[in-house]
């Protein structure tokens, strides 16, 4: 079936660097989502990008969406504690009906 | 924004037994979603259970080991049957945004002895 692949598993930091995840598929995605899942917590959105080349920023997290449609990347800058957690990719797959296929996501650990 | 409360939040349970996770949208939706993310890793898509017809099983899942009830457009429910150790995992049901992308109960973690 459809697969978003999703790199690196694992991102350490020290408070204050950047951080990227990479989220790749081999087919065209009519849009990607972005999720935020603190330890211990649930999946909460962070946004959507469904056109081709789109850049959206909240804050100090910048989302992209490739040319191709192929893949997306969330970059943090200067990150703080607070974005310690799990970052998820999904694409918005249609097979019949509508429904999310994760990437394996992004660990991210920092150091004060 | 939906908001979806989900219980329980955690439980232990026998192998052999069988817990069945609730889930209410304070709005009514077209479609919940129940996935389970095993620990460590992602999130899978068990079913897609729509109001007034059977849910709809991704390749893995069987109705015999989760069964699913949607009895109106604010409820569902999820049974995880017949339990073993493997079936360890958090369980999350799901709504679609109106705006985008989706919402999430807090999730059932279930650990199975």
């Known amino acids: ?112 | 924004s939906a908001v979806i409360s989900q219980k329980p939040s955690r439980d232990i349970c026998q192998r052999g037994t069988s817990l069945t996770i609730q889930c209410q949208v304070d709005s009514q939706v077209t479609m919940m979603f129940w996935y389970r993310q095993q620990p460590g890793q992602s999130l899978t898509l068990i079913a897609t259970a729509n109001q007034g017809s059977e849910a709809t099983y991704e390749s893995g899942f069987v109705i015999d080991k989760f069964p699913i009830s949607r009895p109106n457009l604010t409820f569902s429910t999820l049974t995880v049957s017949n339990m073993s150790p493997e079936d360890s995992s958090i369980y999350l049901c799901s709504v679609e945004a109106a705006l985008g992308g989706a919402f999430f109960g807090q999730g059932t973690r279930l650990t199975v002895v």
């Not at chain 1, 081999?26 to 999720?35: D, F, H, V």
């Not at chain 1, 804050?59 to 040319?67: H, V, Y």
């Open chain 1, 1 to 112: 079936g459809q697969q978003v692949m999703q790199i690196p598993q694992y991102q350490h930091v020290q408070e204050g660097e950047d951080f990227t995840t990479y989220c790749n598929s081999s087919t065209t995605l009519s849009n990607i989502q972005w999720y935020k899942q603190r330890p211990g917590g649930h999946p909460v959105f962070l946004i959507q990008l469904v056109k081709s080349g789109e850049v959206k920023k909240q804050k100090r997290l910048t989302f992209q969406f490739g040319e191709a449609k192929k893949n997306s990347s969330l970059h943090i800058t200067a990150t703080q504690t607070t974005d310690v957690g799990t970052y998820f990719c999904a694409a918005l797959i249609d097979q019949g009906a509508q429904k999310l296929v994760f990437g394996q996501g992004t660990r991210l650990t920092i150091n004060p």
